[in-house]
């Protein structure tokens, strides 16, 4: 179905998405990119509820999710973490990644909600700043998750 709607430049040749390349068409028509999420969001979602299924034995299970706001997963959860860096940092660290330009960022962050909106709707804020150590924060969290884990939340 992708194929069918971008084209077979959205696939590289170990068949994995082009996701840049994806990207840089999707980000830029607004249709394209309903077209392009009512796509992938399924199937992503589909993949996630399998491996948590898979999964059954563990305290808690976490799902990393860059639109789990936007496509309306976080609805189907128990609980969410929220990770968050300030807009200057997350610009850089999507550049250098991606190897891609800033207008480029831009445009995808224009379609993600903010930051402000995530935390609210978020259990758990992990603040990815580069000045506040990360791990005392996951560690927190996840004694927070084993404690509702003994009390019978899954």
């Not at 696939?11 to 994806?22: A, F, M, P, Q, V």
Request: hydrophobic share 40%; aromatic share 8%; proline share 4%.
């Amino acid at each position: 179905a992708v194929t069918e709607l971008l084209g077979a430049e959205a696939y590289r040749e170990d068949g994995s998405l082009n996701k840049t390349w994806i990207a840089g068409k999707v980000f830029h028509d607004k249709s394209l990119l309903t077209a392009y999420n009512h796509i992938i969001h399924p199937a992503v979602r589909a993949d996630a509820q399998n491996w948590q299924t898979a999964q059954s034995n563990a305290p808690y299970t976490i799902r990393e999710a860059a639109l789990l706001f936007e496509a309306g997963s976080y609805r189907e959860l128990d609980g969410i973490i929220c990770v968050t860096a300030p807009e200057a940092l997350r610009l850089s660290r999507v550049m250098n990644r991606d190897g891609v330009t800033e207008a480029q960022v831009v445009a995808r962050m224009a379609h993600q909600w903010p930051e402000a909106e995530k935390e609210v709707l978020s259990q758990f804020v992990i603040v990815n700043d580069g000045q506040q150590p990360l791990i005392p924060q996951v560690w927190r969290i996840h004694h927070a998750l084993l404690q509702l884990y003994s009390q019978g939340s899954k």
